[in-house]
């Protein structure tokens, strides 16, 4: 499978977890994906254990790992979802209304982000596509809601990882603006990355909890 991008660099690093991950899922050994995709053990073992390979022996075991239901590009062996779906989470936390600043280099016009409710009581809540549509999700998201002073989220969440599939479970403080909250909210996301973007963003949370925090933002604002 060839990169997508112009010009890929000479050598990479895979991502030991991804390469274990994607052998394990066809049921090869080292020794299998060795035949399969034309390099021997020694080169599979360095891939396998995050050490520099060059960017063809990338891409043709990631064309080794495709499959006609699932095509695997070699930039998702060097790009680790879990560290892109944290950077996406540290980023809404910091940087709130900017934060597509920091997330819009593992975005593009295939993105499509998910975030379930009824718009007429979450503004946020629909579909958005691409980076414009995505930013335009942030800023109605920061209309009505704001990160506690001082928070630190970054034990709130865990993070689960399958593939090219990441599932985040945990709970937030985030409340409406000026009204906080007496208990924390419920929340799941899944996000799917290609090619080292994220392609898909599904985000749920508990809806009734959700409902009734912005409630009382709509009765702080007619006092």
Not at 33 to 52: D, M, N, P, V, W
Not at 156 to 161: E, G, K, T
Not at 178 to 184: F, K
Not at 185 to 191: A, H, L, P, Y
Request: proline letters at 4%.
């Amino acid at each position: 499978m060839s990169w997508s991008i112009d010009s890929p660099e000479l050598t990479y690093r895979c991502i030991p977890r991804l390469m274990k991950y994607h052998r394990e899922r066809l049921g090869w050994t080292q020794k299998m994906l060795s035949q399969k995709s034309g390099y021997g053990l020694r080169a599979i073992t360095k891939a396998e254990a995050g050490q520099s390979v060059s960017s063809d022996t990338v891409a043709d075991i990631a064309e080794a790992f495709s499959t006609e239901g699932e095509k695997i590009y070699p930039e998702d062996l060097i790009n680790d979802p879990v560290v892109l779906a944290r950077k996406y989470i540290d980023s809404i936390y910091t940087l709130q209304k900017d934060a597509i600043t920091e997330i819009e280099s593992f975005l593009c016009d295939e993105s499509v982000f998910t975030v379930q409710g009824d718009p007429e009581v979450f503004p946020f809540a629909g579909k958005f596509h691409g980076v414009e549509g995505v930013a335009e999700m942030i800023e109605k998201f920061f209309s009505v809601l704001e990160v506690p002073a001082n928070y630190d989220h970054t034990d709130r969440y865990r993070y689960y990882n399958s593939g090219n599939e990441v599932v985040i479970w945990g709970e937030t403080w985030v409340h409406p603006i000026g009204v906080p909250l007496t208990e924390p909210i419920s929340i799941s996301i899944r996000m799917t990355f290609q090619k080292g973007k994220l392609i898909t963003f599904d985000d749920r949370y508990d809806l009734k909890a959700g409902a009734e925090a912005l409630a009382k933002l709509q009765l702080f604002e007619e006092q």
